[in-house]
């Protein structure tokens, strides 16, 4: 029907743009190409995204993400089939298809769904459930089963023999012991559906039901608040026989998966091809820097861990990696034992932090953490000296409300070691060694 539906739609754009728009030519052999490329795109992917079954529920936000991909994905297979195999059908047509097709695809699928739920409400194309339960099922569930009448269940009976789901819902819908046995409750009533859906998972139980439903053709069902979490990411597969419950965390849909691929190799090629000058350009200006290698190859850690091979556009210098284990010693955040903390008076001048000073993150900002120290040498000091070098350890990352103190010790004549200090715990946020030179006249 939905395809059906789809090749509607192509004649009606292909008519009203070549009678109200302007004029087109399109060779009925091309005509008949595009006919045929509907069919056995949308049935494929239909039947692939699963847009062929009436659920009983189902949101219509999913519904319209759904039949957005199916369209969006449709058109770009059918636009490139045109290119190869068409000379006359203009891209125009196919814009106008590709949007009218979403319109009325789901507009049809949506007046299906109202249709059912309104049948359903009524009585009709209703399952016989029997649910079977206990004091620590899920009770919300039982009632929106009992209750919601347009998802088509009517609760035949509830088997348990809790006294909480016996006082709760005798009145509505019988209560059947559990020392019956299921066979003969589903041999002798209307039975389509067994719902279990007790708090206690019983492995033996369950599968004695499973059995029981399988002899005589009755759907089983499990509901589950873990069930819930893992929405439609789960599904079951087999190691040598022996089965496994996946929770998948990336896409299933093989088929999606190769077009996406497929596209992004598209994509990409295209970019490094309109690009490829610029790249010229900068493999050329590092030529002529040093005259060292063009790429730097580093490994990296990929998905799950994986390592991988990363080549890119060389920015340092041409042994970098061989440097880094003489350097880093060097470097105050790697060997926070050359910037040592002071011990603290207790007199010292806590000053809060502004709102000026905070980050986007709400964080103290570092750089107003080096004016707070520059701040404490004066007028007088900064005029006769300026910063030849600065040492800095960050420890700690100082918030909003805090009140800090700025400790300052001279270490010789024109060094300094001062730590800015936080009053509530009277921790240090950071250490800084500065070096001062006189300003030349």
Same mark, same amino acid.
């Given at each position: 029907?939905?395809?059906?539906?789809?090749?509607?739609?192509?004649?009606?754009?292909?008519?009203?743009?070549?009678?109200?728009?302007?004029?087109?030519?399109?060779? +009925?052999?091309?005509?008949?190409?595009?006919?045929?490329?509907?069919?056995?795109?949308?049935?494929?992917?239909?039947?692939?995204?699963?847009?062929?079954?009436?659920? !009983? =529920?189902? &949101?219509?936000?999913?519904?319209?993400?759904?039949?957005?991909?199916? +369209?969006?994905?449709?058109?770009?297979?059918?636009?490139?089939?045109?290119?190869?195999?068409?000379?006359?059908?203009?891209?125009?047509?196919?814009?106008?298809?590709?949007?009218?097709?979403?319109?009325?695809?789901?507009?049809?699928?949506?007046?299906?769904?109202?249709? /059912?739920?309104?049948?359903?409400?009524?009585?009709?194309?209703?399952?016989?459930?029997?649910?079977?339960?206990?004091?620590?099922?899920?009770?919300?569930?039982?009632? $929106?089963?009992?209750?919601?009448?347009?998802?088509?269940?009517?609760?035949?009976?509830?088997?348990?023999?809790?006294?909480?789901?016996?006082?709760?819902?005798?009145?509505?819908?019988?209560?059947?012991?559990?020392?019956?046995?299921?066979?003969?409750?589903?041999?002798?009533?209307?039975?389509?559906?067994?719902?279990?859906?007790?708090?206690?998972?019983?492995?033996?139980?369950? $599968?004695?039901?499973?059995?029981?439903?399988?002899?005589?053709?009755? &759907?089983?069902?499990?509901?589950?608040?873990?069930?819930?979490?893992?929405?439609?990411?789960?599904?079951?597969?087999?190691?040598?026989?022996?089965?496994?419950?996946?929770?998948?965390?990336?896409?299933?849909?093989? /088929?999606?998966?190769?077009? *996406?691929?497929?596209?992004?190799?598209? /994509?990409?090629? =295209?970019?490094?091809?309109?690009?490829?000058?610029?790249?010229?350009?900068?493999?050329?200006?590092? *030529?002529?820097?040093?005259?060292?290698?063009?790429? /730097?190859?580093?490994?990296?850690?990929?998905?799950?861990?994986?390592?991988?091979?990363?080549?890119?556009? !060389?920015?340092?210098?041409?042994?970098?990696?061989?440097?880094?284990?003489?350097?880093?010693?060097?470097?105050?955040?790697?060997?926070?034992?050359?910037?040592?903390?002071?011990?603290?008076?207790?007199?010292?001048?806590?000053?809060?932090?502004?709102?000026?000073?905070?980050?986007?993150? *709400?964080?103290?900002?570092? +750089?107003?953490?080096?004016? $707070?120290?520059?701040?404490?040498?004066?007028?007088?000091?900064?005029?006769?000296?300026?910063?030849?070098?600065?040492?800095?350890?960050?420890?700690?990352?100082?918030?909003?409300?805090?009140?800090?103190? +700025?400790?300052?010790?001279?270490?010789?004549?024109?060094?300094?070691?001062?730590?800015?200090?936080?009053?509530?715990?009277?921790?240090?946020?950071?250490?800084?060694?500065?070096?001062?030179? *006189? !300003?030349?006249?």
């Amino acid at each position: 029907m939905q395809v059906g539906l789809s090749v509607a739609c192509y004649w009606v754009v292909a008519w009203a743009v070549t009678t109200y728009l302007r004029p087109v030519n399109i060779d +009925v052999h091309d005509n008949n190409t595009i006919y045929l490329l509907i069919i056995a795109i949308w049935y494929t992917l239909i039947k692939e995204l699963n847009l062929g079954k009436m659920l !009983r =529920v189902k &949101t219509y936000s999913e519904l319209f993400a759904e039949y957005f991909a199916l +369209v969006v994905i449709s058109s770009g297979l059918l636009h490139l089939g045109s290119l190869f195999l068409t000379d006359s059908v203009p891209t125009l047509i196919l814009a106008l298809f590709a949007c009218l097709n979403l319109v009325v695809l789901f507009g049809f699928r949506m007046l299906s769904y109202r249709i /059912f739920k309104l049948l359903r409400g009524k009585g009709f194309n209703t399952r016989n459930v029997l649910i079977v339960a206990d004091d620590e099922s899920y009770l919300h569930f039982i009632d $929106r089963m009992l209750f919601i009448r347009d998802w088509g269940y009517n609760v035949w009976a509830i088997m348990s023999d809790g006294k909480h789901i016996k006082n709760k819902y005798e009145s509505h819908v019988r209560v059947l012991h559990e020392h019956f046995q299921l066979s003969e409750i589903i041999d002798a009533n209307v039975v389509d559906e067994v719902i279990y859906c007790k708090g206690k998972f019983d492995n033996e139980e369950v $599968r004695a039901l499973i059995y029981a439903c399988s002899e005589v053709g009755v &759907t089983f069902r499990v509901y589950s608040e873990l069930l819930s979490v893992v929405s439609q990411r789960s599904h079951l597969t087999y190691f040598k026989e022996l089965p496994f419950l996946t929770f998948a965390n990336n896409t299933k849909n093989y /088929f999606a998966l190769k077009v *996406k691929e497929m596209l992004d190799f598209l /994509f990409s090629f =295209v970019i490094v091809v309109l690009i490829s000058p610029v790249l010229l350009a900068i493999s050329v200006a590092i *030529k002529i820097e040093d005259g060292g290698s063009v790429f /730097f190859r580093q490994r990296r850690v990929g998905l799950n861990g994986r390592i991988f091979h990363c080549l890119k556009f !060389r920015t340092m210098v041409e042994n970098a990696e061989a440097l880094r284990v003489k350097l880093e010693n060097q470097n105050a955040c790697r060997n926070p034992k050359r910037i040592k903390p002071q011990e603290h008076s207790a007199a010292l001048n806590y000053q809060p932090v502004l709102f000026s000073e905070l980050d986007v993150n *709400k964080h103290f900002n570092s +750089v107003k953490a080096l004016e $707070r120290v520059l701040d404490q040498f004066g007028i007088e000091f900064l005029n006769q000296f300026e910063l030849s070098t600065i040492e800095i350890n960050y420890l700690k990352e100082g918030l909003a409300g805090d009140s800090l103190a +700025v400790d300052t010790t001279q270490l010789d004549e024109n060094c300094y070691s001062t730590t800015i200090v936080r009053e509530s715990d009277g921790i240090d946020l950071c250490c800084m060694v500065t070096n001062w030179r *006189k !300003r030349s006249v």
